[in-house]
């Protein structure tokens, strides 16, 4: 097995910060045990096994800790040919892949997201082309909270559960680290176009959107997703805008009439690619 490498910026990571002590020597432990590929075999008791040998620790422990680390984005959790495996998520931005190939499958089209509830237990979520699949358990409870009133997010499964989701149809959507798609709305372009005037937006999200779906392995987390996008257009208003953009004060057009040219057109386009 191969020497890993932990980087000095994993003391200031915001993922790593929101785990506990042992969620995070869990990780770590993953991090020695995983294949060349960053993958390795998602049964608990393996990785008990495997991870803490020497230690008293339950498989509920262990499940429990995937549990977190998979909704912090550093641990994709999956189900391929009827068995669990585990990929950690930016393996290849910091790890060294020296063979030809992997000792388990990766998460592909025929393959099943696996998520946690709060108790730990695995449930059956998405699959890879982010289709909604019922739970292990299906006649596990429904959270009461939910159960009131039916909100945005389970409408359309496939639209990570953010707060402005349920106020707000999204306009477009960019992919997550986990499989599920960040939602953009309206208000959102409305605000970046006061804030980066030079810079076309709405080319700007298409043009995040593809570099998402062709980097796979650099997907951002729910909580990284809204730096990823300032700091893009930041750059693009740094270099001097979006070249031959006209802004929408220039064009004759409020931003509100440019917004809803942009998500008719954003629809459209979604719908034809």
Partial sequence: MPNRIIKESICRSEEIDSLSWFEEVLFYRLIVICDDFGRYDGRPKIIKGSCFPLKD??????????????????????????????????????????????????????????SFDSKGQRMKSFDSKRQQMKSFDSKRARNPIQSESKSKSESNPNVCSEPQAAAEAPIITLLLNTGEEYPVTQENVSEWMKLYPSVDITQCLRNMKGWLISNPTKRKTSRGIMRFITTWLQKEQDRGGTPGYKPAVNQGLSSNSKVEQFAAEAREWANNG
Avoid: M
Wanted: aromatic share 8%; hydrophobic share 40%; net charge positive.
């Fill in 57 to 114: 620790v339950t498989v509920k422990d262990i499940d429990k800790a995937l549990g977190k680390l998979s909704a912090a984005g550093l641990v994709r959790v999956y189900e391929a040919q009827g068995r669990p495996y585990l990929q950690l998520v930016t393996w290849a931005d910091h790890q060294q892949i020296r063979n030809q190939k992997s000792k388990y499958p990766e998460f592909g089209e025929d393959c099943v997201l696996l």
